[in-house]
């Protein structure tokens, strides 16, 4: 088992090498000339030539991503060509409304998708079964912007439930920011749901079809024993590792979401950056998400010790 | 009691192999519903010039922001333009995406798994590579892509394309390294018959089943991601009336005139959940078991 | 009683027609080649079947006077692993993966009999020992897929005998296991049998196995019942045609249990009889005798009618058109 653990650790080392390598490559993998990229349309060849030399885009490659992991280490993620702000310090300006969005989101569409799935397998092929799989294909289907622009049509233009759009920090109040949050998080969180009850309603079937459930029931076993205990039990693997893989939809969804419902956080960041071709902030963006699903997974890959006693011994 | 059930089992088998066509409508009918819809909009679109009742790109300032009517099916934008005339061709492009990126990502990571699965060496970098890849949120690297290209349709699709091949990369590459372990290719190898042959006769036709469904995954996703990217402004420029841009272009009205978004997105939306029917029904069909290896 | 499954393609009669009676502390065995009912008829019993194909369309099952058809769920759980136990063929598979073995014992007492936790998982350990599996305090925290086959068929044994249950219904609790380890389960088997006084059912589609445990038999054909004898009167005259061919099939070197001496001796001859032609198919009904085409005794009357069964000598039924007859036939 500790052997288990030690390597799942270390293997993330690479995957996370291979990001830097992708999200350092990217910048230089544009057909063009990455100074005039960032000097943008309009500038002149001085100007271009002047921003190649402040970014050390006139070094060799290999020397510009020493310079740039050796930054990454010390947590300097570069400085915002927009803004002239370091860029550590925008995205902790912007950290709390994606995480309170992020996390209120998986939390509450786990609580809801993986009933839903084990109850859509426990009556399989029922209306409930049938309801449950359109509406999951449904929610996988229509695009996340689309989902919020029905929602805020719906929920805050026809009845002024929730507001349009805004985010309310906490400290202004956890009635404010729940309600500022309803609305996104839905938004976000339709397409993850539907997945996580998709998936947990195949792995209940595969698993209800074993031996070891005839076994349980023949004990005598009611169905809240049965379903938990033994079903759940063992659906359980692949379930979680499906929430990691959501939590990548999610990660993506943030950006959208935020867009759609103005709510300042580093996914309107990451899209502002875009349009103004800020690249330490793109990059920046790309390296904070991809390290957090990363070490997510690893979280994931080290539940199994937990869930799965085969894993243990 | 496993044998009584064996023979029932294989009772419904037979139905699977050899259906007369009203019991596959019965067996599957999400599935026969996804692909008639899909033919829907596919002839829609295809039929564009014949049933737009506008010139898309018409601009008519009196006529701005129009709710739906008789004149105008879908109402009209911002420049007085024809919902529905535009919706339908921007239908072609967003399809046009859709199936190019599904096919060159199941091409490409075709070739790559292949390659992949046979040599270690290769296996090694290449899963790195896609492993790294697929720990980027899919729409952040699309994203980032775009960011450093000039954009049109065809960076587009290069921009999604490389965001879908690792998915496919990771089944080849799984379904080879199985089939690598049974006992007849084994025995071919021993036989002495060339690569070559051993992949195109044995390992590739095991392939085809869980790819195809994958193509069909991809394209829905494809079309999804490529209306993220226009919404935000990172995806096909401005001209291009695609369905992303046609909401991008909504979405300052969009408590005055919500039709703008939701028309293309309805229909968008639609789509897309014709083309997942109809991989499910696919995947349902097909051997489940290899399928799901993902 | 009959169990059919009612499904896209037709309805498979597994069960059609199937009647006998246990008496306390007696163990019956049921034997027929695969595909022949003798599971769903067991499993029928405790409603184990996936009712939505399956539907026990006919006949009852009584136990200590209650009728088991069309008893509600809840009074069906209080019996099930409390009153009537199963246990089943592949223990590989048969066990929870992810929880403890002991757990997997204790959870039939901590619901039958309200015992707590603790005094469960003390109940378990003595079940253990019930069992004959060593070190019985260590296992308890043991997972199935640390354990070999032989042991995960006792903890089997062990689960489904803790609350002392009247009937233990054994379906194929040897053919998924080595040799060896099937004569020490059957000898388990036996010894329980005798020191807690249950009716055992054993189901088994070998007859070396029915032979050396059991008391009475039941052969089974096409989901009917077409012989029942006490088992030292069907090995040494069998009056089905059925039954002889199972008996021809027996290989050779297994005839060194006591029972099997009484089998006529084959000629000597390496083949092993083979019955010819194959199982019906459950889903077409059939007129006159299901194993008519296959028998050498067949006449019009067996093809038109189906045999009544009869009681042929004193305890000892048959279905069959010329059941005196039986005996002679010769396979092979």
Request: hydrophobic share 50%; glycine share 8%.
């Amino acid at each position: 088992m500790y052997g288990y653990i030690l390597r799942r650790i270390l293997a993330t080392l690479p995957v996370l090498g291979i990001v830097a390598i992708v999200v350092f490559a990217i910048l230089h993998m544009s057909p063009g000339d990455p100074a005039a990229l960032i000097a943008g349309d309009h500038a002149t060849p001085q100007q271009i030539a002047d921003i190649r030399s402040k970014l050390g885009l006139d070094r060799p490659l290999y020397e510009q991503f020493a310079v740039w992991l050796a930054s990454l280490a010390s947590g300097d993620l570069g400085v915002s060509i927009f803004s002239n702000q370091p860029v550590t310090r925008l995205l902790a300006q912007r950290m709390e409304p994606t995480i309170s969005l992020a996390i209120s989101t998986t939390i509450v569409m786990v609580l809801l998708a993986v009933p839903i799935g084990v109850i859509a397998a426990w009556r399989a092929d029922s209306w409930i079964d049938h309801a449950v799989m359109t509406l999951a294909v449904l929610g996988f289907s229509l695009p996340i912007f689309v989902v919020a622009y029905l929602l805020v049509y719906a929920l805050a233009m026809t009845w002024d439930v929730f507001p349009v759009q805004g985010y309310a920090p906490l400290r202004d109040g956890i009635g404010a920011w729940a309600n500022h949050l309803v609305l996104p998080s839905l938004t976000l969180g339709l397409s993850f749901m539907a997945l996580i009850a998709r998936i947990t309603r195949a792995s209940m079937l595969e698993v209800l079809s074993q031996d070891y459930i005839r076994t349980a029931r023949s004990k005598g076993l009611g169905p809240r024993q049965l379903l938990i205990d033994h079903a759940l039990a063992n659906a359980a693997v692949p379930i979680v590792t499906i929430i990691g893989v959501g939590v990548a939809l999610l990660l993506g969804g943030v950006v959208v979401t935020e867009s759609v419902f103005a709510i300042p956080g580093i996914g309107r960041l990451v899209v502002d950056a875009i349009l103004t071709r800020d690249y330490p902030v793109i990059q920046g963006v790309l390296l904070i998400f991809s390290a957090v699903y990363v070490l997510l997974n690893l979280i994931i890959d080290l539940l199994y010790v937990v869930l799965d006693p085969r894993i243990r011994y | 009691m496993t044998d009584a059930l064996h023979q029932v089992g294989l009772a419904g088998d037979a139905g699977i192999l050899s259906p007369p066509r009203r019991a596959l409508v019965r067996r599957y009918p999400m599935v026969v519903l996804g692909a008639v819809l899909f033919a829907a909009v596919l002839l829609i679109t295809l039929a564009a010039p014949w049933l737009a009742s506008h010139d898309p790109q018409e601009i008519d300032p009196i006529a701005r922001l129009r709710p739906p009517s008789a004149e105008h099916l879908l109402g009209t934008d911002a420049l007085g333009r024809d919902v529905w005339s535009r919706t339908i061709y921007g239908g072609r492009i967003s399809l046009m995406v859709g199936l190019v990126v599904g096919l060159l990502a199941s091409a490409l990571g075709l070739a790559i798994g292949l390659v992949s699965g046979y040599s270690r060496i290769a296996d090694a970098i290449v899963m790195r590579v896609m492993d790294g890849l697929m720990s980027i949120p899919a729409i952040l690297l699309a994203i980032a892509l775009m960011s450093v290209a000039r954009a049109s349709i065809f960076t587009v699709i290069i921009a999604i394309t490389v965001v879908e091949i690792p998915r496919v990369v990771r089944l080849v590459r799984s379904v080879v390294l199985s089939l690598r372990e049974q006992t007849y290719v084994e025995a071919a190898i021993v036989a002495g018959t060339r690569p070559a042959r051993i992949v195109f006769k044995h390992i590739l036709p095991n392939t085809l089943a869980p790819l195809i469904v994958q193509t069909t995954y991809i394209c829905a996703a494809a079309m999804l991601v490529e209306a993220i990217l226009s919404f935000l402004g990172a995806g096909t420029p401005p001209e291009v009336p695609s369905w992303g841009n046609i909401m991008a272009e909504g979405r300052t009205f969009f408590q005055i005139a919500p039709w703008l978004i939701l028309s293309p997105g309805l229909l968008l939306g639609a789509t897309v959940l014709a083309v997942n029917l109809v991989g499910d029904g696919l995947r349902g069909a097909l051997d489940p078991r290899i399928a799901r290896r993902m | 009683m009959k169990t059919w499954f009612f499904t896209r393609d037709g309805i498979v009669r597994a069960v059609d027609g199937l009647s006998y009676h246990l008496r306390r502390g007696e163990t019956l065995g049921i034997v027929g080649e695969s595909g022949c009912g003798k599971s769903v008829g067991a499993l029928s019993i405790l409603g184990l079947l996936p009712m939505p194909p399956g539907r026990i369309v006919g006949g009852s099952i009584r136990f200590r006077g209650r009728e088991l058809i069309g008893l509600d769920e809840t009074a069906m759980r209080a019996i099930r692993g409390n009153e009537i136990s199963v246990i089943f063929q592949e223990p590989m598979t048969s066990l929870n993966p992810v929880m403890a073995v002991g757990r997997q014992i204790a959870e039939p007492l901590m619901l039958h009999q309200g015992l707590s936790r603790r005094a469960a998982h003390d109940r378990a350990a003595e079940m253990l020992d019930l069992v004959r599996i060593p070190d019985a305090r260590r296992r308890l925290t043991e997972y199935p897929h640390q354990l070999s086959g032989g042991t995960r068929q006792r903890i089997m044994i062990a689960i489904a005998l803790a609350c002392r249950p009247d009937i233990l219904i054994a379906d194929e609790p040897t053919t998924a296991l080595d040799v060896t380890i099937q004569a020490q389960i059957l000898r388990l088997l036996r010894q329980l049998q005798r020191e807690l006084a249950t009716s055992v059912i054993l189901i088994s589609h070998n007859l070396a196995v029915i032979a050396e445990s059991v008391q009475r038999v039941i052969v089974m054909y096409a989901g009917r019942k077409v012989e029942e004898a006490p088992v030292s009167q069907l090995f040494r005259r069998p009056r089905h045609p059925y039954t002889v061919g199972l008996l021809g099939s027996v290989p050779r070197i297994v005839r060194g249990s006591p029972q099997l001496q009484t089998l006529p001796q084959p000629q000597p001859k390496t083949r092993l009889a083979e019955i010819p032609g194959m199982l019906p198919s459950l889903s077409e009904p059939v007129a006159g005798c299901a194993f008519a085409p296959r028998c050498s005794l067949a006449s019009e009357t067996c093809r038109s009618a189906p045999p009544p069964l009869k009681e042929q000598a004193p305890h000892h039924f048959a279905a069959c058109w010329h059941s005196e007859r039986a005996a002679e036939v010769a396979y092979g």
